[in-house]
């Protein structure tokens, strides 16, 4: 079982409405949570970092949360936009000892935004 | 300027042949890392160097030899390649090897063809 779980698989909205991304670990004991974007033919891109101290994190349209007692994450998007159509990937950084930054990638949301 | 960048994007070739692919960043990072994601486009670490010193090496079979020739450059050497190895390879690159905030940032990615 992979320790980052995310849903849903895929989701499709219309432009203009808001949506809400899950993110469930057992990466434990975790350095920071991250939430990636990846436009199809492309490299992840970062949208936020929280530190497991950090309950919140905005990036312009984009809201991360962390509930680290439960081990939840989620990231909503306001208004959508046709543009926001990629895979958004959740990410954790365990701490490891003797350092090292190896990130811990949940499966991934593919959202289509259409018109 | 392209920060992270790869070379091939694409890259098609028949099983049991060697290839390589290059990988270089502009960043002045010390950290390179190599991923792997698979058909399900799940990432998954291979590799990661620390100013030349191998930090990170996953599970990952001999057939794969990673070099740093400096720090700015990680090259990916495959042999004797097998159909299992079709994939799309991300390069990425970060500012320390901590466990702690640092970020990542990836290159476009090679989609390697094996037939």
């Known amino acids: 079982k992979n320790q980052v779980e995310q849903s849903p698989q895929s989701l499709i909205i219309l432009e203009g409405k808001n949506c809400t991304l899950q993110?469930?670990?057992?990466?434990?004991?975790?350095?920071?949570l991250r939430w990636y974007k990846q436009d199809t033919g492309r490299g992840p891109v970062s949208l936020t970092i929280?530190?497991?101290?950090?309950n919140t994190k905005s990036n312009g349209r984009y809201t991360a949360t962390l509930d680290a007692d439960t081990k939840q994450s989620s990231l909503h998007i306001t208004a959508s936009q046709l543009s926001d159509s990629a895979s958004y990937i959740c990410?954790?950084?365990?701490?490891?000892?003797?350092?090292?930054?190896?990130?811990?990638f949940g499966t991934g949301t593919q959202l289509k935004v259409e018109l | 300027d392209t920060a992270v960048s790869q070379t091939p994007k694409y890259l098609v070739t028949q099983m049991g042949n060697d290839k390589s692919i290059k990988c270089e960043q502009n960043?002045?990072?010390?950290?390179m890392y190599w991923y792997k994601q698979d058909s399900k486009k799940f990432l998954k670490i291979m590799f990661s160097?620390?100013?030349?010193?191998?930090?990170i090496n996953e599970t990952v079979p001999n057939r794969f030899s990673p070099k740093s020739p400096d720090k700015a450059h990680l090259n990916l050497h495959i042999n004797s390649l097998e159909l299992g190895d079709s994939a799309v390879y991300f390069c990425?690159?970060?500012?320390?090897?901590?466990?702690?905030?640092?970020?990542?940032?990836f290159g476009p990615g090679t989609r390697l063809t094996v037939t």
């Open positions: 160097y620390n100013n030349k010193e191998l930090i």
């Open positions: 990425a690159s970060s500012p320390f090897r901590s466990s702690g905030g640092s970020e990542q940032y």
């Open positions: 960043l002045g990072h010390d950290t």
């Open positions: 929280m530190t497991f101290s950090e």
């Open positions: 990410v954790v950084s365990p701490i490891l000892t003797g350092g090292g930054n190896k990130l811990t």
């Open positions: 993110c469930n670990y057992t990466v434990s004991p975790f350095s920071n």
